[in-house]
């Protein structure tokens, strides 16, 4: 089942400007990721923010975590065209012991139209 | 150069065959997965495994098998029961349960 939503499913934006793109999971959660998948490819992990913590960063992008409304937030600030990919949340929980599953949602597809 | 290594990267597979799709990882990571992609979908879990010899299943294992002998190496078949086979399949590993995932870059297996 999936436990990640992305809003919206399609975003295509100006280069330089910001992208924004949103996640909401359903169950309690152990950590929170994002990754970019450009087409055909394997997905690369961008980031990783813990249940304990509320917002993070890395270079261009800005990850929020609000875990009494479920819900994520990627920024991309100052996009560029090779920032065109689909980007995906995925939620680790504990499934039992020490075995944790990562679950995705059906991603958002940015485009970055020079 | 460390990194998970999926082959082949194009599989077809005629009706009531089994294949084996290969993932291999040199990251010393214990936890491997399998995930399958549809077009415009996201990922769905098939089987994980935490440990070497040990593995459980995701959310849509039935017609498919794996097997962990090595902690290097899980290889995912796609049995003739698995009655929509032609997806993209995607192995991925990770070392620790606060650490992201390192993923290959896919086998795309058609039915013909």
């Known amino acids: 089942s999936q436990q990640g939503e992305e809003d919206p499913q399609a975003l295509s934006i100006q280069e330089g400007e910001n992208a924004t793109m949103n996640c909401s999971y359903k169950t309690s959660i152990n950590n929170l990721q994002w990754y970019r998948q450009n087409s055909g490819r394997g997905l690369v992990h961008l980031i990783l923010?813990?249940?304990?913590?509320r917002e993070k960063h890395s270079g261009r992008l800005r990850v929020t975590l609000d875990t009494s409304k479920k819900s994520s937030s990627l920024l991309i600030t100052a996009s560029r065209a090779a920032d065109t990919a689909s980007y995906f949340c995925a939620t680790v929980q504990n499934s039992g012991g020490s075995n944790y599953k990562l679950t995705f949602g059906k991603g958002t597809l940015l485009t970055v139209n020079p | 150069d460390g990194g998970i290594t999926q082959s082949p990267k194009y599989l077809f597979r005629k009706e009531g065959q089994n294949v084996t799709l290969s993932c291999e990882q040199n990251l010393n990571h214990d936890a491997m997965y399998w995930y399958r992609q549809d077009p415009g979908q996201g990922l769905r879990l098939i089987y994980y495994s935490q440990i070497v010899n040990d593995f459980q299943k995701g959310d849509i294992a039935e017609g498919y098998s794996v097997s962990r002998e090595k902690k290097e190496s899980f290889p995912l078949t796609v049995t003739s029961a698995q009655k929509n086979p032609t997806a993209f399949y995607l192995c991925a590993s990770r070392s620790g349960a606060g650490y992201g995932y390192t993923f290959g870059s896919g086998t795309r297996l058609t039915v013909v």
């Open positions: 923010i813990r249940s304990n913590e």
